[in-house]
């Protein structure tokens, strides 16, 4: 070992005593230290800084390692409650995205037809004035509420403020309508409140833990990985409903092959035996419940022999794990799922799931829905936002009258429409609207009816390449983001600080929403300058420290009561006070106040239904260009039954393109013939198949299910968008 | 003595590549190369089906093959915990080791060394785990010394039912998979 | 019917989908090594017996140099191979007796001195020398003029000649994780199949019909062997395990049982035999093209048994 690399080697342990002591070990052993001296001779010179996640919405805290000056790697930060000190894999690749070569690297400018991709690269203030002067003239012409924001995650803020300030009520995400909308609406009709997200989910303490559809291993969410293990440690009864042999399913007791699109059928089936076998929770339902009678009347016919051949499901295994969902009451817990905008029938379905809950007596107990809390941190005092008068342009005559989001699809139609208003601008943040909603074709012809269209990514995304002017972010490793007062099982804040420089011009959203306010006449709403100056009065105020916050990144809070036993109190903020059985909401707007099963069409014969979700190592469509996770996954396969694809003499490897019922082709895809999968329906991960031109890397890998899902349904009660409706055949190439 | 080990619950894991990710930046293995990986092993019928994840890696083998045949003694045991290693400069890159080992756990790492799982000894050696057992968001990995009864490692294959990968192989390895 | 479904994420370049570290390397290394083995047999056969003193035979002069133009090949090809030749140095600071890639290069070493001295041992019959280099010459006398230390001579070119035949199959037989090569026989084979290589080679160059005929004779002799030995291998493998028997199958009705069949036995071995039969009745004349065909199946018989080895695998996810 020589002398340089056994000082650098105790530069990095530093100074405490197990490593002095392995360092002064080190030279007393002969000579095959020579390539452990190379390994520690590549440490060099570590800082870390605490920050948290943004490769998804879970805001996991981590801590980035910087060496001689170069992001390194992320780690998880074991003060944070979410990810308890570890990174699911796409947090820990999250290196990747700032490293990504193919990286938005200034604001670009249109200068060919929209959607060619043809670009003139332009400094921030040209890109900036000439969205101000766009929007100012839109304003004039057609209201402030003719520019929407589409914004996603929590990096849109500031973007948020701007928009309210400037005067427009209409921001959306597709967490709502694509997303968790039906799930939330379904448990609102019941028990008054949402899931919401981090979900409340009890995973760690349930005793039985039931998946419909959830596919939690695939699905990433950290919390609720770690607390899958932790149940799965505990010995936890785990029953997963699925077409699909998921991760989940491989580590059940139970494992439901269900029939695509039945799910509500199982459900009212599991409550018509705990029903009939008196296996729910009596006390808490005459304690909590509205109605209880006249749901159990209406879900009497809904016996295991005539959900059998719905679902495919035995009605022997139907009943056996009705018992054993309830024999763990109320540590059972039936996950609500979270993208649930499967078949039209969501909302309906996920109240199915929170009447089961409710027969479980699970709200509020622990093993089922914990009541989550938050730090009590005061806002910025900021000017009161103009109020529209015309109101959100999403929803009109509240035709779906339990959306309590905005609808980004009702936006969308309603830029094509005209009605009930024009919709004349668009600003889309960190969200890739061609992957994102359903029917390509219809947010093109949105598109072309508006006079401003701005996108703001990090990397020529599909989205960006439909813009006017692209405006290039710097990412979450690189900037400052909101707070986060994040509503968890255990309240805490937590930062999102810069580790390294952006590598080029990009900007982070803070200071893009501040610049625009000021170009739009609204500097009053921008009383700070910098935002470590916002976040500085913001935790003062609130009687925190903003030192130790960027230097631990997080604030933790005292435990308070997450279960009614520990003293939450038992409130329904439902029409009754009650967790409503029976909902006369529903009655009222003409729907079922209990849901009744409605039988999904079948393929047509040579046709498959479409299914899609996720994998570990990547999010939705933003992860493709992450050469750190591409190397983990570099394109996505379409999961077909092995007795399907012997039939169709299709074998693992393949390439084939799929074509669905309007004769869309995708592109091509590699065959994966498992055992996996029923043979009705196929599978593949969602976010795969890029088209953008800028995507060097991740263009033409795999196929995209959004390119497919041509036809969907909305969901009558939310405006939700079920994508679970196509059909698709294999074609060959030639 | 000590003989450092993994145990791996593969009831636990959920395959999700966490492990790998996290060998890729701490150990800056290049674009294009594993150190660990994950395989799948399913058996039945649909819908009657057993998966097995493993999160597989080099054994650090009790009877390295990789090491007997390496002409240069590049590849060698070190004194610290038994753990199988190269050292750069004394390979020649002859790949007598990858062809000697029964995983293919090794790699001709683009700059033309012989390369693969350390255990992270560099991390060991201070008091940290490996990075892929510190990353787990299962908690599924373990690790430890097999020379030390009171480990968790052999507090694991104590209690728990477990196998290696290819055992008949010879090699004696030192991941243990609990099922 | 149940299924095994057995994925992998590894993908490591010549790892995966199948094992393919070795390209045309390998295979010719190991070919040139097991010929010029075969050169040091039998030129040291030639020494060892005194025939020598017949002088002239191709066998005893030429062979000699031109086996250290062809070791250079092989080792030049050898160093191709290395992925880390800057380092290459590193084979001759130490000796690892478990290594039989550390003690080929050894063997090499040791190999360049003892085909060297046998080759200056004739250079007195050589009359056609372009330069005559007197202090050479005076030793090649001295030498020659020790029966017993010719004989010596030649004795160790016999042996290093063996061992070096050997080592050539030891090297893979040593690598036990591809079980196509883990056979106790692979040295026998490439031993004998180097000799007949080299028995081809001097059959098809010497100048005298005598030493055609002597040569073509015991090439047909190892040819025969080398069937056996052959039989032996895959006999030997195939009862083995299942794993062992999965390799065999490679070549016998897998991937690459054509090349096997066809170029392996039938045009380096079955055909050369017969021709060669018949030549040594004097039924047909002597010609280049069944040398030929042995040397070119030799040649061949190392890249199946290297890139087979390679594919052959304990448990491979991949399937192959
Ligand atoms: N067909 C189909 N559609 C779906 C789904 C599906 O599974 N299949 N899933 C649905 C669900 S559950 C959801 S939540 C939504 C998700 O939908 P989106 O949130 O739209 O997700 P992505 O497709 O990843 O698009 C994210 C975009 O943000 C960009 N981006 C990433 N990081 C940053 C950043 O730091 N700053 C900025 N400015 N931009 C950034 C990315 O480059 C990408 O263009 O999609 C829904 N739609
Ligand atoms: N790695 C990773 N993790 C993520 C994300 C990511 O992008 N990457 N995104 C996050 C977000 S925002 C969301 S919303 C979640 C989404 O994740 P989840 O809410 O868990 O799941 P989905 O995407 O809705 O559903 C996919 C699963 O449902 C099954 N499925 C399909 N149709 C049916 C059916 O009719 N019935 C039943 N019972 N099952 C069916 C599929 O086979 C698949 O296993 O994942 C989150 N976690
Ligand atoms: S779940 Fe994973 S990607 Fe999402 S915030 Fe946490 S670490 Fe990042
Ligand atoms: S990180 Fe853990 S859970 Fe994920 S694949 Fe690796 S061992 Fe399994
Ligand atoms: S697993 Fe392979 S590389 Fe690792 S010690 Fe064993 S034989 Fe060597
Ligand atoms: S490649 Fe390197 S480590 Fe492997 S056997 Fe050859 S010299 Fe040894
Ligand atoms: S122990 Fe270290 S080197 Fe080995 S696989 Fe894990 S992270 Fe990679
Ligand atoms: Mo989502």
Redesign the pocket.
């Known amino acids: 070992m020589n002398s340089i690399s056994r000082r650098k080697f105790l530069k990095i342990t530093g100074t405490s005593a197990g490593a002095l002591a392995a360092a002064r070990a080190l030279p007393s052993l002969p000579f095959a230290n020579d390539a452990l001296a190379a390994l520690h001779e590549e440490q060099g010179e570590v800082t870390t800084i605490p920050t948290y996640c943004d490769i998804c919405f879970w805001k996991c805290g981590a801590i980035a390692h910087v060496k001689n000056g170069k992001l390194w790697k992320v780690e998880g930060n074991p003060l944070d409650p979410l990810s308890r000190g570890r990174l699911c ?1 796409r947090g820990t690749g999250g290196v990747g995205a700032h490293y990504d070569p193919d990286r938005l690297r200034s604001p670009l400018i249109r200068r060919s037809v929209r959607g060619d991709e043809e670009w003139t690269a332009v400094t921030w203030d040209e890109a900036l004035d000439h969205i101000a002067e766009k929007m100012l003239k839109i304003k004039e012409q057609y209201g402030p509420e003719a520019v929407a924001l589409f914004s996603h995650g929590i990096g849109g803020n500031f973007l948020k403020h701007t928009f309210k300030a400037f005067g427009s009520p209409n921001i959306s995400a597709p967490s709502f309508a694509q997303c968790r909308g039906p799930r939330d609406v379904g448990f609102r009709l019941t028990f008054g409140e949402d899931v919401s997200s981090p979900e409340r989910t009890d995973i760690r303490n349930a005793k039985c833990l039931t998946l419909i559809g959830s596919h939690l291993g695939e699905n990433m969410h950290n919390t609720q990985v770690q607390e899958f ?1 932790d149940a799965i440690e505990a010995g936890a009864s785990i029953i997963v409903v699925d077409p699909r042999y998921s991760i989940a399913a491989s580590k059940a007791k139970y494992y439901l092959p269900i029939k695509p699109g039945t799910d509500l059928a199982l459900l009212l089936a599991w409550m018509n035996v705990i029903v009939s076998e008196k296996l729910y929770d009596a006390d808490y339902i005459a304690q909590y419940g509205f109605s209880f009678e006249e749901f159990s009347q209406s879900i009497a016919q809904n016996t295991p022999e005539w959900a059998y051949p719905e679902t495919g499901i035995k009605p022997e295994l139907i009943r056996e794990t009705a018992r054993e969902i309830a024999r763990y009451r109320p540590a059972s817990l039936i996950h609500p799922g979270r993208h649930v905008t499967w078949y039209g029938d969501d909302a309906q379905r996920s109240r199915a799931i929170a009447l089961l809950s409710a027969l479980l007596g699970n709200w509020g107990r622990k093993g089922g829905f914990y009541y989550p809390v938050s730090m009590d941190l005061p806002g910025y005092p900021y000017p009161p936002y103009p109020k529209s008068e015309k109101g959100k342009v999403d929803n009109p005559n509240q035709k779906y009258p339990f959306a309590h989001e905005t609808i980004t699809t009702g936006i969308r139609e309603a830029t094509i429409s005209g009605e009930p208003y024009p919709i004349k601008g668009w600003w889309v943040y960190a969200t890739n609207l061609f992957h994102a909603l359903p029917n390509e074709q219809d947010t093109i012809r949105a598109i072309q009816n508006l006079d401003l269209m701005v996108v703001v990514d990090v990397i020529p995304s599909e989205i960006a390449g439909w813009a006017d002017v692209v405006l290039p972010e710097a990412t979450y490793l690189e900037r400052h983001d909101d707070l986060n007062v994040e509503w968890f099982r255990d309240p805490f804040i937590s930062i999102r600080q810069p580790v390294v420089k952006a590598p080029d011009d990009q900007k982070p959203n803070w200071w893009i929403a501040r610049e625009m306010a000021n170009r739009l006449g609204l500097e009053s709403y921008y009383p700070w300058e910098d935002i470590e100056e916002y976040m500085q009065f913001r935790l003062e105020k609130g009687g925190y420290s903003f030192d130790s916050l960027k230097e631990k990144g997080i604030i933790l809070g005292e435990r308070q009561p997450n279960y009614f036993d520990e003293g939450v109190p038992a409130e329904f903020p439902t029409p009754s006070g009650k967790i409503e059985f029976y909902s006369l909401q529903l009655t009222e707007h003409g729907h079922d106040p209990v849901p009744v099963y409605k039988k999904p069409d079948d393929p047509p014969p040579g046709y498959f239904r479409l299914l899609y979700g996720r994998a ?1 190592v990547h999010s939705f469509s933003r992860t493709q260009s992450n050469r750190v996770l591409m190397d983990m996954m570099n394109e996505n396969e379409i999961w077909i039954n092995a007795d399907i694809a012997a039939r169709w003499e299709l074998k693992s490897g393949d390439r084939i393109r799929l074509k669905n019922e309007d004769g869309v082709l995708s592109n091509l895809i590699k065959v994966k013939a498992t055992e996996r999968i029923r043979p009705d329906c196929v599978y593949m991960v969602h976010g795969f198949g890029h088209t953008s031109k800028g995507l060097r890397f991740a263009r033409g890998r795999g196929a995209s299910d959004s390119q497919l899902i041509t036809r969907y349904k909305v969901d009558p009660l939310m405006g939700g968008t079920a994508m679970n409706l196509t059909f698709v055949t294999f074609e060959r190439e030639a | 003595m000590s003989r450092y080990a993994m145990v ?1 619950d593969t009831k ?9 990710v996290a060998c890729k930046t701490e150990n800056n293995v290049p674009e294009g190369y594993n150190r660990d990986w ?1 395989v799948q092993d399913v058996m039945g019928k649909f819908p009657d089906l057993h998966m097995e ?1 493993r ?1 597989e890696r080099c054994n650090h083998c009790d009877e390295p093959p990789c090491v007997h045949c390496c002409p240069t003694g590049a590849s060698h045991v070190h004194e610290r915990g038994g753990v199988v290693l190269v050292e750069h400069n004394k390979c020649i890159g002859c790949k007598a080791c990858l062809a000697s080992c029964p995983y293919d756990a090794r790699f001709i790492h683009p700059d033309g060394y012989a390369d693969k799982c350390t255990f992270c000894i560099h991390r060991v050696e201070v008091g940290l785990l490996p990075a ?1 057992v510190s ?4 908690h ?2 373990y690790f430890g010394n097999l020379d030390d009864p009171a480990s968790d490692v052999n507090k694991l294959l104590n209690s728990r039912s477990h196998h290696a990968v290819l055992p008949e192989a010879g090699t004696k390895p030192h991941i243990f998979y609990l099922t | 019917m149940t299924t095994h479904e057995i994925t992998t994420t590894r993908m490591n370049p010549m790892i995966d989908p199948g094992m393919h570290i070795w390209g045309w390397e390998i295979p010719v290394y190991l070919f040139l090594g097991g010929l010029v083995a075969g050169f040091m047999v039998i030129s040291g056969y030639f020494l060892f017996s005194g025939r020598f003193q017949e002088s002239r035979h191709v066998t005893c002069f030429r062979a000699p140099l031109t086996g250290l133009i062809l070791i250079s090949l092989g080792m030049f090809a050898l160093f191709l191979d290395l992925e880390h030749k800057l380092y290459a140095w590193r084979l001759y600071t130490t000796i690892k007796i478990a290594s039989p890639m550390s003690w080929g290069a050894w063997i090499l070493v040791l190999v360049y001195p003892a085909m060297a001295i046998m080759a200056l041992i004739h250079l007195p019959d050589q009359k056609h020398l372009p330069i005559r280099v007197e202090f050479l010459h005076k030793l090649s006398q001295s030498l020659r003029s020790h029966e017993g230390l010719a004989k010596t001579i030649g004795a160790i070119n016999m042996l290093g000649g063996a061992i070096l035949g050997m080592y050539t199959g030891v090297l893979l037989s040593s690598l036990g994780a591809r079980p196509l090569w883990s056979s106790s026989s692979l040295w026998l084979l490439f031993l004998v199949s180097g000799m007949s290589a080299t028995a081809a080679f001097i059959h098809m160059v010497a100048p005298t019909k005598a030493e055609r005929e002597l040569l073509a004779k015991a090439d047909n002799g190892f040819l025969s062997l080398e069937l056996f030995v052959l039989a032996l291998y895959l006999i030997g493998l195939a009862t083995t395990s299942d794993v062992h028997a999965d390799a065999v199958r490679l070549l016998i009705s897998g991937t690459y049982a054509p090349v096997f069949w066809i170029f392996v036995i039938g045009v380096g071995i079955v055909i050369p035999l017969g021709i060669q039969i018949l030549a040594v009745n004097h039924k047909v004349k002597h010609t280049s093209i069944p040398p030929l065909m042995v040397i070119a199946g030799g040649l061949i018989l190392r890249f199946v048994i290297v890139m087979a080895g390679q594919h052959s695998h304990w448990s491979n996810a991949h399937g192959l």
Do not use: E, H, L, N
């Open positions: 894999p293990a570990p | 791996i636990k894991c959920v395959g999700c590549m966490d492990c790998v994950i994840i999160s892929c990353v787990c968001p299962t599924c990995m």
